[in-house]
């Protein structure tokens, strides 16, 4: 294991929406409708990637920003609408924000941060894959996002000590895996002796007390909330719910007619779902991921979540649970298999490296130096995180650059899936 030092792996959508959407809006014309916007959106993008940098600089010494591409699962579940609900807001010049969008994914090329967008996969896919790859190679990985579907990936590799943990930084919010907090304040070397202490500085197990201290010296200076998370559990009641922002709808819904003579839809809740889970251990075993591909166990589940929702028939659960899996849970089993071999073949290439000067992306100055981004100076609001459109229209697909420090990969994945 590379003790001590994190991958930072982030959703790089929801990093650069939920700055858009802060901006100053203009007193007329469209938002990033002119070159004074763009630079502004720029900078704001580099002040607050940087600011974060500067806090994790004592265990993050890697630096991944995942792009969206078109997803596989508007092709393969075209009945479901997958983010059908989902429009662009009419008062963004979207093609200003496409454009400061690529150019900034350009400039972290430069500055050593690996860029990923494979064709076909959506920035949760490729995150899926490089958490699970650099798990199961010993290394640790902090997930930046606001996407609460992303806590599924909260995992904790024990034969490799290597963990992944979910960081919502604008709510100073961290979800980790159950011991997270206990494994941080265990000292290896507090049952030592003086004279082991001695003769094993710079020892691995010293190592990983250095980075348990600046972890947990990141969450007390930072005041971030943990929250310590059952990761099946959690993604059991997200398959069971749904997910409104996605368009995708619970597992069972039925509609009731109010006294003003309206229908109002009812769906499955986290306290309906909690009883649904309750229900299947006690009559099974206890719940891991791998069971929603066992027909069996499949059955099982629908059987039960009839027997306490009713509403829908048998078949018609059976139908919405199987979608819901699919379009819900990153998993081997639900990934194509060719959107997997473009992800793990561009994961291949980079998984080892890391920035040489990690000081490069801790200053705005920095990372827009020699840029025309860097010329002039503009006003930017303050962070707090709001609701957003995100837009149906694709992002272009970044450059190649050409460079000693570049890393920046687009894929274009096999378009016939199966």
Known sequence: MKVGKHTLLIDGNY?????????????????????????????KLSIDFA???????GFVDDVVLTVDSKSWRK????????KGTRKPSSNVEWSGVYEVYEAWQNILATKGVTVHQIQGAEADDVLFGWSTMLNNRGKSCLVWTGDRDLIQLVNYSKPNDAHTIWYYNTKKSLYAYEGFIKDMEDSISSTM????????????HMLRDNYQKEVLDWITNNGITTTEVD?????FNKILTGDKSDNIQSVVT?????????????????KVADKIYDQFVKEGSTFTIDLLFSKEENDRLVDIIHRVVGRNSINIIKSNLSSNIGLMLLHTRTIPDAIQ??????IEKDWEGAIDDIEAVQNMEKILEGTEWLI?????????FTGMDIPTKEAPKPMKLVGKKTKITNIEATKKLF
């Open 15 to 43: 990093f650069v929406f939920s700055r858009l959407f802060v901006l100053p809006k203009p007193k007329t014309g469209k938002l990033l409708g002119d070159d004074k916007q763009k630079k502004q959106f720029m900078r």
């Open 51 to 57: 600011s974060e940098m500067r806090k994790l600089k």
């Open 75 to 82: 092709d393969l579940y075209p009945e479901s609408n997958y």
């Open 193 to 204: 002796t003086d004279t082991d202490i001695l003769f094993n500085m710079g020892g691995q």
């Open 231 to 235: 990761c099946e559990h959690f993604i």
């Open 254 to 270: 039925w509609q009731k007619e109010m006294k003003d003579g309206k229908l109002r839809t009812y769906s499955i809740t986290d």
């Open 341 to 346: 071999r473009a992800i793990y073949s561009a």
């Open 376 to 384: 002039g100076k503009a006003s930017y609001a303050p962070d707090p």
